[in-house]
């Protein structure tokens, strides 16, 4: 009889990638279904970086590479730290690359995390911090964020939440599910409150850098030099450059950690993908002006959305300034019935609009914060419009 282990029994399938699934699923039964859980762009990989993909094919660089990628990326990855973050890294030992930024971050927990260790998640988060901090052994410690504090972090809570088992903070802005941003004086104060607990390690998942509307990126290390020997820089290609199949993502950070994720890398994956590694050269070394415009395409669909959702009952959202998501809150749908079936929490919400118009969501439950739904706008501004239609005419029907 199959009987899965210990760890893994600690945590539960990623319910985006089940959401995403379902939908799916109902597709290839032939239903017209809008699918709005996954999280990725919507736009082709560049050509001049699938070019490079192509050529590293036909220039035979199909075999394996260090552990932690080709010294032409690290060195990419280096010269991006110091163009657009000031952060000077050395390729050599402070640069790992790894099949998705994902990877690094489960790399970081596993090579760092003992039984019993906390690491400090503010909620909602990611739905893979809790997952891979309790695959590591470690207790997710939540802090709650409010929508009224634009879903940031406050200083006082980040140090109420810090005890001596304390091992990382975790911080991701632009946010996944929220789009909300971490401004260079809110990283300030959350840095004042790091500096005088030296034992909290940061993971900055800067994911969502490059997608941004009107405001200024920032990440923690910049901000407060001190905390660099502490901190580990996540970036990856999947979302700046369309790249979520090619599985690249990488990190700065000091080397003691560096080395310890590149013993894990040569026990697990060996190397990160190594066309995929010359593609991601080409993507950092390249023009970066196709960004702009694919940004100005976002910002569209967010108004729209926003404007769409101002006008229903039971629902209200914050404005993000970054990333493809909005977080409604609906509350004022909770208490309600759909198709004869009171909805009592948002996972309710959520099945019911699937079920009744097709309309695939992530419930807020999923990310620790309720009632909720987090929906991806990476999605065309034809089907956001129709997927609009169906959420009102939801919103109407409930009784
Ligand atoms: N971090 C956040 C917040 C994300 O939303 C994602 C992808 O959904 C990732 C990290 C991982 O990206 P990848 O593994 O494709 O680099």
Avoid at 119 to 144: D, H, Q, R
Avoid at 212 to 226: N, Q, S
Avoid at 302 to 326: H, N, Q, T
Avoid at 343 to 369: H, S
Wanted: proline share 6%.
């Amino acid at each position: 009889e199959f009987k899965a282990s210990e760890a893994l029994s600690r945590i539960k399938p990623s319910p985006t990638i089940a959401m995403s699934q379902k939908a799916i699923d109902l597709k290839r039964q032939g239903k017209d279904v809008i699918a709005l859980a996954a999280g990725e762009p919507d736009f082709p990989t560049p050509e001049h970086i699938a070019e490079a993909g192509i050529r590293a094919i036909r220039d035979g660089k199909t075999q394996y590479t260090s552990v932690d990628g080709i010294m032409e990326l690290k060195e990419a990855v280096a010269a991006k730290f110091t163009r657009d973050n000031s952060l000077t890294y050395d390729p050599g030992s402070e640069i790992c690359v790894a099949s998705g930024g994902k990877f690094v971050l489960y790399a970081a927990l596993m090579a760092t995390v003992d039984k019993g260790d906390e690491v400090i998640i503010p909620a909602p988060y990611w739905v893979s911090y809790p997952g891979m901090t309790k695959l590591a052994g470690g207790e997710p410690v939540f802090v709650e964020t409010k929508q009224e504090d634009g879903f940031r972090l406050m200083p006082d809570d980040l140090e109420a939440a810090i005890t001596p088992k304390t091992r990382w903070l975790i911080l991701n802005s632009p946010s996944n599910p929220t789009g909300a941003i971490l401004s260079r004086s809110d990283l300030k104060a959350l840095a004042d409150v790091l500096m005088r607990h030296p034992h909290v390690w940061v993971l900055t998942d800067d994911i969502y850098e490059h997608v941004l509307y009107d405001a200024e990126f920032a990440t923690i290390a910049e901000v407060e030099p001190g905390l660099k020997d502490r901190t580990l820089t996540m970036n990856g290609a999947s979302k700046a450059y369309s790249m979520t199949g090619w599985r690249i993502g990488y990190a700065g950070g000091p080397a003691p950690l560096m080395a310890a994720m590149r013993k894990l890398f040569s026990q697990s994956t060996t190397n990160p993908c190594s066309i995929s590694q010359w593609a991601a050269v080409a993507a950092l070394e390249g023009p970066h002006d196709f960004l702009a415009e694919r940004n100005k395409a976002f910002r569209e669909r967010r108004d729209f959305l926003l404007d769409a959702f101002d006008a229903m009952p039971g629902i209200s959202c914050e404005k993000p300034e970054g990333a493809f998501y909005l977080y409604p809150r609906c509350e004022g749908l909770i208490g309600k019935s759909a198709g004869g079936k009171v909805m009592e929490t948002d996972l309710d919400v959520a099945e019911a609009l699937l079920v009744q118009e097709l309309v695939a969501l992530v419930p807020g439950t999923a990310f620790g914060k309720a009632p909720y739904l987090r929906l991806s706008y990476a999605a065309s501004m034809e089907s956001l419009q129709e997927a609009a239609k169906r959420i009102a005419r939801f919103c109407d029907s409930v009784r």
